[in-house]
């Protein structure tokens, strides 16, 4: 088992509900992502259940239970989640076994900030705590900005097909 805390801060009463959800969905989605990417189970490994919800600043605690008999990877996850987030706001870098699907639901989390209400985001778990501000949505943007595009084509005669 392994608790995450995602602490949407904001005035009671001016957060909306549109931002709270989003942060919800994405959250649990990198979560998913980051547990299919470390247990290598298509379907991953973990079912998340809402262990506290506390009010002032909007606070969702959620366990993990594993759904293998063998291992629990959901300590794993919660790490790899919260060094992946402090690692874009710290350093601007990608951060381990988070895709660009991932990167982007990052960005739409990280982008509530000082958006609908919320006037920051702390993610954490029992011992590490990461405050998100709005550099880390200035450095998923550079991350996932369109270096090059172009137009072009490859000539040739195909010689054999192979699995390799």
């Known amino acids: ?27 649990f989605r990198v979560l998913n992502e980051l547990d299919v990417a470390i247990s ?27 759904r293998l008999d063998d291992h629990n990877y959901g300590p794993e996850v919660v790490e790899s989640f919260l060094t992946g987030a402090e690692i874009i706001e710290k350093e601007g870098a990608t951060p381990a076994y988070l895709s660009e699907m991932g990167m982007r639901r990052m960005r739409s989390l990280v982008k509530l900030v000082g958006r609908e209400g919320t006037s920051g985001l702390v993610l954490s778990d029992l011992s590490h705590t990461v405050e998100i501000s709005a550099k880390a949505s200035a450095n998923i943007d550079q991350l996932l ?15 054999t097909v192979s699995v390799h």
């Open 145 to 159: 900005k369109i270096r090059k595009r172009s137009v072009g084509s490859v000539e040739g005669r195909l010689e």
């Open 40 to 66: 290598h189970e298509p379907r991953g490994s973990l079912d998340w259940v809402v262990s506290k919800l506390g009010t002032g600043s909007l606070v969702v605690q959620a366990e993990s239970r594993s």
């Open 1 to 27: 088992m392994a608790t995450v805390r995602l602490q949407l801060r904001g005035e009671p009463g001016v957060i909306s509900l549109r931002a709270f959800l989003s942060a919800l969905e994405n959250s």
